[in-house]
């Protein structure tokens, strides 16, 4: 298996447990395709460095998973759908 940082942005004009439910589907979605998260790090609220869709603020959250690339391709795929996704970035980790 291999360790991958997820990053995401999400909307900062929705609720806090809209949020919170947002980051819970999303490592849903990781962990029923088999991936271990082996941390989730809320970052809070920050000003975005350039304005994205019209957004200026989001919610920052980092994931740190060990799965397959299915895993992370599948939450790839949702991320680009979901609204509530501002931006989202996968890196694979060296070893």
Do not use: P, W
Request: charged fraction near 35%.
């Amino acid at each position: 298996m291999t360790k991958y940082e997820i990053m995401f942005i999400v909307k900062a004009d929705i609720s806090e447990d809209e949020v919170k439910n947002t980051v819970t589907s999303f490592e849903k979605v990781l962990t029923g395709m088999g991936a271990k998260i082996l941390d989730s790090k809320d970052l809070g609220q920050k000003k975005l460095a350039y304005e994205i869709n019209k957004e200026v603020r989001g919610y920052y959250h980092l994931l740190n998973v060990e799965c397959e690339s299915k895993a992370v391709k599948e939450f790839d795929r949702k991320a680009l759908i979901d609204e509530r996704i501002v931006r989202h970035l996968i890196i694979k980790e060296e070893n």
